[in-house]
């Protein structure tokens, strides 16, 4: 028979769910005032004084996981509901991500504005015409220019554009993957769409081309680790193909069957994800449809895996949909979580996730959205300075970066 635990007490919760305490107890004094590593520590609990595990409320109340049950208790010996543990468990997951990521560690809370001095010190980057699409390989920034039919390298510690790739038809997509770093090309007016290949050690040139018989429109683009996936937009028979880049000379298969829309894909580290019309379909590696989600509205964007959930950038809204349970393991039946607006949304396009928040580009209203990802609470909209048609988006871990389609650059956020 397994163990299992009904209610805890307040000081068990601030105990464990500190993985690595932060103060350890040594001597207690008077009233709410008690020393910790040595160091004398005063907390506005009237309730804990003398307490055992006062240095561990202490470090609860420090780092935001509890507020007591009133401003001057604690209630330490007090049970603990189902209700109230998932409070600490979320707060605790909240303030160990800000801990441990990047920009913590390179003191980068801001959300930076578009700033231009007239000197070259400014928040974007100049690119090619009609930048659609935009990835990080952690280091650099890869921009897909659709209208300039070229890809480029921007450095992304201090926005330096670094080389330009040609031989592309209409880019919309990137990608990196396998040490490679992929995109897709063609428009409606090609007979079929493009898969390039940039193999970013070798200098900029002329990309290679992997697959010329993708469907038409390859908007969305992702992979599994073994397969790049494409989603197809356009044409009669909106399609998803599936190249088997690891054989000579790859391999493309085409599929079609219960695909209706295809707009963009998402890899979620079991299953792709197809993103169209008015629903998100989980595929099968044959490219059989696995699952369905039904979203209502039918001009989904570039999604975003959160860890947990899919975010989906749709019409007026974003739309989350939870893939995985609390394990990482696959929900035999996924759904719909939740339908946000508000929070500055205004034709949403495409997602991205640093860690910590999802952004959302607005393309209609030339602004971004952020949003918690934990509790998905919003956390407030940003200009880009003006008709810049932001859409895709990326973070390097640091900073997001979003191409501005009419600008002709990408913004760092």
Request: aromatic content about 8%; glycine content about 14%.
């Amino acid at each position: 028979m397994k163990p299992s635990v009904q209610r805890v007490s307040a000081t068990g919760v601030a105990a464990l769910s500190l993985m690595v305490p932060l103060l350890a107890p040594e001597t207690i004094q008077a009233d709410s005032t008690g020393t910790c590593n040595g160091v004398s520590v005063t907390i506005p609990f009237n309730d804990v004084a003398g307490h055992g595990f006062f240095c561990m409320i202490a470090t609860a109340w420090f780092t935001g996981l509890t507020n007591g049950t009133s401003p001057t208790t604690y209630g330490p010996d007090d049970t603990v509901t189902r209700g109230q543990m998932a409070a600490f468990i979320t707060r605790t997951g909240d303030q160990a991500a800000k801990r441990i990521s990047r920009r913590a560690a390179l003191e980068q809370w801001g959300t930076p504005r578009l700033v231009d001095d007239g000197a070259g010190y400014n928040q974007v980057t100049a690119t090619g015409a009609g930048p659609y699409g935009v990835a990080s390989d952690g280091a650099d920034i890869w921009v897909a220019n659709h209208d300039g039919q070229n890809v480029q390298r921007i450095r992304a510690s201090d926005g330096k554009l670094l080389e330009t790739w040609t031989g592309v038809v209409r880019p919309w997509a990137v990608i990196v993957a396998n040490g490679s770093v992929f995109v897709t090309g063609g428009d409606q007016a090609n007979g079929s769409g493009f898969l390039y290949r940039i193999n970013p050690r070798l200098p900029a040139g002329a990309v290679t081309t992997m697959s010329s018989t993708l469907g038409k429109c390859p908007t969305g683009l992702a992979t599994d680790g073994f397969y790049v996936w494409t989603a197809n937009s356009c044409g009669a028979s909106p399609s998803v193909s599936r190249v088997q880049v690891t054989n000579i000379p790859p391999i493309t298969t085409n599929f079609t069957a219960g695909i209706t829309a295809s707009n963009t894909l998402v890899y979620d580290g079991s299953s792709i994800w197809v993103a169209g019309g008015g629903s998100l379909l989980k595929l099968n590696e044959n490219g059989t449809v696995a699952a369905t989600v039904a979203l209502g509205a039918s001009s989904p964007g570039k999604p975003v895996f959160d860890g947990e959930n899919i975010w989906v950038p749709n019409s007026a809204s974003v739309q989350v949909v939870r893939v995985k349970d609390t394990s990482g393991d696959p929900l035999s039946s996924p759904f719909l979580l939740a339908n946000l607006t508000g929070n500055g949304l205004n034709g949403p396009h495409s997602a991205a996730f640093d860690g910590q928040r999802v952004l959302i580009t607005n393309a209609t209203g030339s602004s971004l959205s952020l949003f918690r990802a934990t509790d998905l609470r919003p956390l407030g909209a940003v200009g880009t300075g003006g008709a810049d048609q932001p859409l895709g988006a990326c973070s390097d871990g640091t900073s997001f970066w979003v191409a501005l389609n009419a600008f002709g650059g990408v913004g760092r956020f």
